[in-house]
């Protein structure tokens, strides 16, 4: 199984935004689960992140597919608009999206997972939310960040993630499963994080 880990050490470089616009845009997948607790998408002419590139990875990478959208930590309550902002916008522009929420708002996990015919071929996840801080590059306000790109060589053109130009102490680890421990293969790893995203108490966003 190959795996990259990152961390953001500067306020210059984002590697969560070369992941996750790389993810979005993989020939690997036709369809995209994307995951925030936050999502920055004001509409009073502020920052937001569907400006800075984000929705030019999303349009060429769900076309003729699907994007779900889950988010949870929808308070105040300009978080609850800057999603339903988040969700008009891609609509607007074509996009199936179909959003969904956590009723307790207590959705806090960072999760996007790259799909073909409904199976999971990539996934990344971290701490990274879908704000300025993280997504962001050259801003006065940054996060440290850490996230993990975890993609299945079997299923994937997997020298597409090897090599991201991401120059960090980090890099790719191949993990190799021991086959005399009883544990599930790469596919199947993939697969329960799916089960387990898409299992949780959600409940459809408008």
Known sequence: MPLKITLRKDKV???????????????????????????????????????DDLRNAILPGCKG??????????????????YRNFVADLRKAGVTVHAFYAPKKNWHAKVAIRMRAQ???VALIGSSNLTGPAYGENRRNWNY????????????????????????????FDVVLNPKINQPDEDSQLK???????????????
């Open 13 to 51: 470089y984002s590697p969560f935004r070369r992941l996750l616009n790389m993810l979005l845009t993989s020939s690997a997948g036709d369809s995209t689960i994307l995951c925030s607790g936050y999502i920055w998408q004001p509409d009073d002419g502020r920052y937001n992140v569907l400006d």
């Open 65 to 82: 597919g699907k994007l779900k959208t889950i988010a949870g930590k929808l308070y105040p309550q300009f978080y609850q608009d800057f």
């Open 119 to 121: 199976r999971p071929v």
């Open 145 to 172: 960040e850490a996230d993990v790109l975890i993609w299945s060589a079997s299923h994937t053109r997997s020298h597409y993630f090897d090599d991201v130009g991401i120059n960090q102490d980090f890099g790719v």
């Open 192 to 206: 329960s994080i799916l089960e387990d995203v898409m299992s949780g108490e959600l409940k459809e966003f408008e």
